[in-house]
């Protein structure tokens, strides 16, 4: 089970992208017009946990290759007295959770936006905290490769379209090229 994705092909819409897109294109927009000051919706203090959609690739990848003991060991067959018809999940997640407002200061740095985040508390703040327990899986030897500052650069760049190539580096902030491949980057 994922927690909240983001990553290539990512919906920047902002009447119906989710809170991570619609902060990168905010933020972009505001620093391009030069805007004194960037909207977030709420309070700022719910929690949220964020993974690159690649390191979910990749965690689907290391599960699929995992020896049948092991496997089965994680999904707790032998709990669920092997009952087939209990569905066993594996949560994916970051381990990490940032507050909304934590998440839009990073945004902000990495976009290089330097006006003023304003909280809008008339807005719906949501669930107060998201996040996955992933340690069965981190016991297992996987864990996320890509931070969230590296993946908030690829988003930005896959949003603008200024991406030339991969390993570039945008506000000093090392970034994946969103178009790599997890083969080509495992190369």
Request: charged share 20%.
């Amino acid at each position: 089970m994922p927690t909240n994705l983001y990553g290539p092909g990512d919906n920047y819409d902002l009447a119906h992208s989710h809170v991570l897109p619609a902060l990168i294109r905010k933020a972009h927009e505001a620093k391009l017009a030069g805007q004194p000051t960037l909207v977030v919706w709420g309070t700022g203090t719910p929690k949220r946990e964020f993974l690159y959609s690649d390191d979910m690739a990749e965690a689907c990848v290391y599960l699929m290759r995992l020896p049948n003991t092991a496997f089965d060991a994680l999904l707790g067959v032998a709990e669920r007295g092997g009952d087939p018809d209990v569905a066993p999940l594996v949560n994916v997640g970051s381990g990490d959770d940032h507050t909304i407002l934590e998440l839009a200061q990073t945004v902000a740095e990495v976009v290089e936006f330097t006006g003023q985040i304003v909280l809008d508390p008339s807005k719906p703040d949501g669930t107060p905290r998201k996040l996955m327990d992933s340690s069965r899986l981190r016991a297992q030897g996987w864990a996320p490769s890509v931070g969230l500052r590296e993946g908030i650069g690829a988003g930005l760049l896959g949003l603008s379209g200024t991406l030339s190539g991969h390993g570039q580096r945008l506000n000093n902030v090392a970034f994946r090229d969103p178009s790599s491949s997890i083969s080509a980057r495992r190369g």
